[in-house]
């Protein structure tokens, strides 16, 4: 880091190293220092310093995050991260050299008041265990998973899809929207063809509630497309499900459905809770949208209740 404008970003997911493509020109690039936790690579053609996770060693890669963790003591900076429950991103959030902290939507946990629940504690507090002698100085905090209620800065900014919509929006200073790219090649007849985006439901929800969204989900495919696209959770392996109809097609798992999206047009995108059926209603107008088991989900969830409420606002199919 050179000077008191430096500005450090963190990208920890394929979903955020797509959305930094997308925004990554409103910032200034000359102190601009990117460190991309995701295995997709960033495309945005930019001449700021960029550390790919893919693209060093281990022990290289380890040693510039200490290193950028050793600089922080000593020079201010600014910072763009999607949330601090992270080993560098908490360092550094909770730095008192961090000058102006920007935020960057995380997905669907920035539209409702999602707590920190009693397992992500119990891995905080081993953090705080195993960081004490390092570099890294981890942080236990509360409230809001993104940070937003212990910010140490007034200086907080963001950067959202739909930022009128985010849960503890007082708490932020400016914000931004992120605006997707809309499809060009709109189909103009059905394939038949739907995409299942998992989701690892038996990791927020009791198992009968899960195994019953999913028995539900099984059915209503079958029973409605001629062919279905099962595409993995990028971040979380979750129960694999048998359909009759699915077919054979390999997805990349760490490109985003919002990016693969732009090149191919299924009759529907299918999920349960996921974000991305929002932004996808967004980027493609022929491609319906439809949510499975929100009702189970915000019955045995009631913070959910908002997430539903954005899925009708635009206009994702709600499945009885």
Not at 10 to 19: E, G, K, P, V
Not at 291 to 316: C, Q, S, Y
Request: net charge positive; charged share 25%.
């Amino acid at each position: 880091m050179q000077n008191k404008s430096d500005t450090i970003c963190l990208l920890y997911t394929t979903y955020h190293s797509f959305i930094w493509d997308l925004i990554s020109e409103q910032f200034d690039h000359q102190n601009l220092v990117v460190v991309n936790f995701s295995k997709r690579k960033i495309k945005s053609n930019t001449t700021n310093k960029i550390i790919e996770r893919t693209q060093t060693s281990k022990a290289s890669f380890l040693l510039a995050c200490l290193a950028i963790a050793s600089a922080s003591k000593f020079k201010r900076f600014n910072l763009v991260l999607p949330h601090p429950d992270h080993l560098l991103g908490n360092t550094l959030f909770f730095s008192k050299n961090a000058k102006n902290i920007t935020l960057l939507e995380d997905g669907i946990l920035n539209y409702y008041n999602y707590e920190r629940a009693m397992s992500i504690e119990k891995q905080s507090i081993k953090r705080k265990r195993l960081t004490s002698l390092t570099p890294f100085r981890y942080k236990l905090y509360s409230g809001h998973h993104s940070g937003v209620d212990d910010c140490p800065t007034p200086n907080l900014s963001g950067w959202f899809t739909d930022p009128d919509k985010i849960i503890k929006k007082e708490k932020f200073s400016s914000l931004n929207k992120i605006n997707f790219p809309a499809c060009t090649d709109e189909k103009t007849q059905s394939n038949g063809t739907a995409i299942l985006l998992e989701q690892p439901l038996e990791k927020f929800l009791n198992a009968t509630t899960a195994h019953e969204i999913r028995k539900k989900t099984i059915s209503f495919i079958e029973n409605n497309f001629q062919k279905v696209i099962i595409k993995p959770h990028p971040e979380h392996s979750s129960i694999g499900m048998k359909l009759q109809n699915e077919v054979d097609f390999y997805f990349d798992k760490n490109i985003p459905i919002e990016e693969i999206i732009l090149n191919i047009n299924p009759d529907a995108v299918i999920s349960y809770c996921s974000t991305a059926l929002i932004n996808i209603s967004k980027i493609s107008r022929s491609t319906r949208c439809i949510a499975i088991g929100i009702n189970e989900i915000t019955k045995e969830l009631p913070e959910t209740i908002k997430v539903k409420e954005l899925f009708i606002e635009n206009k994702v199919e709600i499945h009885q």
